[in-house]
């Protein structure tokens, strides 16, 4: 099975994290279902993920203490795989998974996907639970030498067979319940194994693992790594064995984040392929961390919001909507269904770094050299005029030709000339101006 037939664009979705942290529940995840199938699904958006910790059953009771409770109250059936929490998602009672969540995900003609870590639980281990399809039990599979540092829930698997059927196992009923896209965690990058040469990260071969058993199971699955930043150097393996990777940690509402992007995305604009992509991570706008215990709205302004959506669709990041949907306000609503912008995101269309520095970036955007789009970003604290050549966007266009392109404002939806055969605006601070040429 080839991946790249089912991630020609970048992915487009709603995840259940930075809004419900750990706890979310199936009521919830139906309502976001909703509005997306009714609001944004025309626009482009249709998958519905559900993040970490669905198989918890005491998730967020101890939240003042503990994000994730160590060896606390969690659903796994005999041969070590998490299942859902039937507290929290009442459907899945009976061994049904989430299965009947799936289809009704899927009857709105929307795609399901869920969080899982890396690895298998300690629990099984500890029970010594059987592994699925071989004679071998999950405390011969677990390797506790490879943890999470920051989760308490999983010990690294083996690279053995035994290992592998564990992997083929949990995919397999992953692919019997639905599911579409799979978040996996602690396996793009992690801080505690990254400068300790004699203990290797087993993420590296956990990720083909998981790749061999998402073959295997015959279902298109979209393979997404987490957490970033994701390392350069293995660019080809990411491209090989996934569908997107984290380039950065956990993103969230805050301009510093916002304008550490763009290195981030200049170092990885090259290995941005059909099937493949740099995952600049979810877009937290509208209400947020309820959760966390203390909701509150994006603390972006709206014209570092513009310039966020403006860089991850440029730049063709997956889009991932971290708020509780239905709560959206029609400013925000608007930001995340402008046509001519989500364009930018084809299968065929390229983002490149014409220029940056300090204060300023310049991006394009094209469909193999046609169609093009400019975007000027201010990443100053002040007003500036910002301006490129049209010759810069379109050097096979004449002379004359460039002198009478007509600029296309993908904001403010109006018609300007190029005058001189330049690309100028007055740009807000923290903002951005981006145009099609026409």
Request: proline share 5%; glycine share 8%; with cysteine.
């Amino acid at each position: 099975m080839d991946k790249n037939q089912f991630a020609q664009t970048p992915p487009m979705g709603w995840n259940s994290y930075d809004y419900y942290d750990t706890a979310v529940t199936e009521e919830q995840v139906r309502t976001n279902a909703e509005y997306m199938a009714k609001h944004l699904k025309d626009y482009g958006w249709e998958y519905i993920v559900i993040d970490i910790a669905w198989y918890s059953n005491d998730a967020g009771t101890r939240r003042q203490e503990y994000q994730y409770i160590p060896f606390g109250d969690d659903e796994m059936d005999e041969y070590g795989r998490l299942m859902p929490s039937p507290g929290r998602f009442p459907s899945s009672a009976g061994g049904q998974g989430f299965k009947p969540l799936a289809d009704y995900i899927h009857s709105l003609g929307l795609k399901f996907g869920i969080h899982i870590m890396r690895g298998i639980p300690r629990q099984a281990a500890h029970d010594h639970c059987k592994v699925l399809g071989s004679t071998a039990t999950a405390d011969m599979v677990a390797d506790p030498s490879s943890i999470c540092g920051w989760n308490p829930d999983m010990y690294g698997v083996r690279h053995t067979e035994a290992g592998q059927a564990y992997y083929d196992s949990i995919i397999s009923l992953y692919a019997e319940w639905g599911v579409d896209f799979i978040k996996c965690d602690d396996i793009c990058d992690s801080w505690l194994y990254r400068n300790i040469p004699q203990m290797p990260f087993s993420g590296w071969e956990e990720t083909r693992m998981l790749h061999r058993a998402i073959e295997r199971s015959g279902r298109e699955i979209v393979l997404s790594l987490s957490p970033g930043p994701a390392h350069i150097d293995r660019a080809w393996e990411y491209c090989r064995y996934a569908n997107m990777w984290r380039i950065t940690d956990d993103f969230w509402d805050e301009w510093r984040l916002v304008k550490d992007m763009f290195a981030r995305c200049e170092l990885w604009q090259d290995h941005v392929r059909p099937g493949c992509f740099p995952d600049c991570d979810m877009l937290p706008v509208g209400k947020l961390g309820k959760g966390f215990g203390q909701e509150w709205d994006c603390r972006l302004s709206r014209e570092e919001q513009k310039t966020m959506m403006t860089l991850w669709c440029m730049f063709r990041s997956p889009l991932m909507i971290g708020t509780d949907l239905p709560t959206l306000d029609n400013w925000t609503k608007e930001l995340l269904t402008n046509e001519a912008l989500l364009r930018l995101l084809g299968k065929n269309r390229k983002g490149t770094q014409l220029m940056r520095d300090e204060k300023q970036a310049v991006w394009k955007n094209e469909d193999g050299g046609c169609d093009p789009a400019v975007a000027l970003f201010n990443l100053s604290d002040e007003a500036r005029e910002i301006s490129v050549s049209v010759a810069e966007i379109s050097p096979a266009v004449s002379s004359m030709a460039q002198e009478e392109r007509i600029l296309y404002d993908i904001w403010e939806k109006t018609e300007t000339k190029a005058a001189g055969g330049m690309i100028t605006a007055v740009v807000p601070a923290h903002g951005v101006a981006a145009y099609y040429l026409r």
